[in-house]
DNA sequence: CGGTTCCTTGAGATTAATCAAAGAATGTGG
DNA sequence: CCACATTCTTTGATTAATCTCAAGGAACCG
């Protein structure tokens, strides 16, 4: 819950190689064309975030904007007194940061090993004024993440915790491609998913294990997850 | 909480005198040169609604999009038992409906008389794609929309009910230009600020009555509320 | 004025949070 | 590779917050 204080990210001097970035097609970067592309790559470099490491502040000025290359990320807020709302979680080829702004309205903040591809922000937003393909990219990528932000608006203003616990767990089975019997390796832990689903870590926790018990999935310990009854969890999540 | 059937909203023929339209400068459309205008201007007509009119269902094909004329909106989300949540409010100028997407996540609903601009979606993308001033605009938009819906999911998900609803009634004092000892007229009823606040309608209607007994605020019946107390209330909504 | 809808209030039930402590899992240095 | 420290997770008991159910009062609408 609490950000510890992380040490600089390191950043690899071989900056701007985009032609051959893994995440070339299906990030924001795809709308270039060759010039384009060799334009934003000089403005670019690479970062390496360890677990844990905080890439962007919330309320810090916003001065990177960038790419997801690898890993997963958590946006997270925090009240004045310090409960932590995780407000969306980030993969390879999402954009992170908020371009066209003065200030970032959250944290950054690496969950596994990571490694972003970032801009000033000032620049980025220069060169996206001039290259309407990146904004168009962007405006598509940015409606589709208000939508998940709203659909989560439902879950954390009415229902119920087991219709949340289920809901999150069908999300990461499916975005990690996880299939009944194949035992999944759940990125987050039990205080994350707390955070992400606005509960207590001992509600998720005794959730877990009730699912467990009703034969819904298994879990062999050490952040590990099997799928058991796919139809029975979609049935709780629904509500 | 139900949304009753609702009569088609009505259409005026008089459609497309965008040059002097209310919201020109602070609407997207302010993005546009004097031709844009005019071409878009001819694929839009404006549909007035009443309140508690709907103008695009949850789930249905996305058919429309527009730009809000007059008026207050709510955009919402039910479970599949009819539990509903707020996921956001519209005001004039605001833009509504879903471009680039297939389906519409959530209904737009009339809070007031409302009066809208709207253009078949299809129509609309094309023309955006090939007017990159009015992708940048919505794309600025978009990210404020965001940040909002973030915002808010801290709310539902990390405050009590005292701090959310102070939260709101500040949130609604700003927007509508209140300031202590002026009544103002609340557009929402206890009901949907509940479904705002993902609170029990009681809940929402005992915390009210709880503030008045404090001094915080005056409720001289009638959906009217006088602010008593802003930095009162602040401390409350800050946590 | 009578009907309808909206709002308030109370009592009791329920959910989830909090407090507390024991039990895994993970990592470290010997 | 093991013993120990640390962190994460589970479980139990209790408390607190909010919801639900129920009913009376206020506002609003022909």
Redesign the interface.
């Known amino acids: 819950m609490l950000q510890l204080a992380t040490s600089r990210p390191s950043v690899a001097p071989d900056a701007g190689r985009c032609a051959d970035c893994e995440v070339r097609a299906s990030a924001i970067c795809g709308s270039l064309d060759a010039i384009g592309l060799e334009e934003l790559g000089r403005m670019g470099r690479k970062v390496h975030l360890r677990p844990g490491q905080t890439l962007l502040w919330e309320g810090d000025e916003s001065v990177l904007v960038g790419n997801v290359l690898e890993g997963m990320l958590k946006?997270s807020?925090?009240?004045?007194?310090g409960?932590?709302?995780i407000?969306?979680i980030v993969f390879p080829s999402d954009f992170i940061g908020?371009?066209?702004?003065k200030d970032s309205?959250?944290s950054v903040t690496a969950l596994t090993e990571a490694r972003v591809c970032v801009f000033r922000r000032g620049a980025f937003d220069g060169f996206a004024?001039s290259h309407?393909g990146i904004?168009?990219a962007?405006?598509?990528r940015?409606?589709?993440?208000?939508?998940r932000?709203?659909?989560?608006?439902?879950l954390?203003?009415?229902?119920s915790a087991t219709e949340r616990v289920a809901s999150l767990l069908l999300e990461m089975i499916d975005r990690l491609g996880g299939a009944p019997g194949k035992p999944l390796s759940l990125p987050l832990s039990r205080q994350q998913m707390a955070d992400l689903?606005?509960l207590a870590i001992e509600t998720v926790s005794r959730t877990m294990t009730r699912f467990e018990r009703e034969g819904l999935i298994t879990l062999p310990g050490g952040r590990r997850l099997v799928l058991r009854d796919r139809a029975g969890l979609e049935r709780i999540a629904?509500?």
């Open positions: 946006l807020t925090v009240t004045g007194d409960r932590e709302q407000v969306g908020r371009p066209f702004g309205h959250h004024d309407a904004e168009a962007l405006l598509r940015t409606l589709d993440e208000l939508d932000a709203r659909r989560w608006m439902l954390l203003g009415r229902m689903l606005g629904t509500g």
